[in-house]
């Protein structure tokens, strides 16, 4: 696969991931469910329960949810990735631009 365009490369990895993804949460819900077995030969897998703090900003007042002054537009940048007319498609359409974003809160 490295023996192509970086742009076409940047498609097939990104379709990978979105595999992988997939398949990955179909493994987490059958370990969740108990339909899988969780031992194998390299790994045993550990469902654990664990506690956290969340935040919840949507019990704040409105009038400091909405206020300005606590909020910041921030300019980030974003790698998409365009298929070509009649280039074969190695994404479905509408997940070109398949990223996290990750805001500090």
Do not use: Y
């Given at each position: 696969?490295?023996?192509?365009p970086p742009a076409d490369e940047l498609a097939h990895v990104r379709a990978e991931i979105r595999a992988l993804?997939?398949?990955?949460?179909?493994?987490?819900?059958g370990f969740l469910a108990g339909r899988l077995d969780p031992s194998g030969i390299e790994a045993?897998?550990?469902?654990k329960?664990?506690?956290r703090k969340v935040f919840l900003r949507e019990r704040l007042p409105t009038r400091l949810q909405t206020d300005p002054a606590l909020w910041e537009t921030r300019l980030c940048r974003v790698v998409q990735v365009?298929?070509?007319e009649g280039a074969?498609?190695?994404?479905?359409p509408g997940d070109e631009d398949d990223f996290d974003?990750?805001?500090?809160w």
């Amino acid at each position: 696969m490295r023996n192509m365009p970086p742009a076409d490369e940047l498609a097939h990895v990104r379709a990978e991931i979105r595999a992988l993804r997939a398949r990955e949460a179909e493994l987490r819900d059958g370990f969740l469910a108990g339909r899988l077995d969780p031992s194998g030969i390299e790994a045993r897998i550990r469902v654990k329960q664990s506690r956290r703090k969340v935040f919840l900003r949507e019990r704040l007042p409105t009038r400091l949810q909405t206020d300005p002054a606590l909020w910041e537009t921030r300019l980030c940048r974003v790698v998409q990735v365009e298929p070509l007319e009649g280039a074969a498609p190695s994404a479905p359409p509408g997940d070109e631009d398949d990223f996290d974003v990750i805001e500090p809160w």
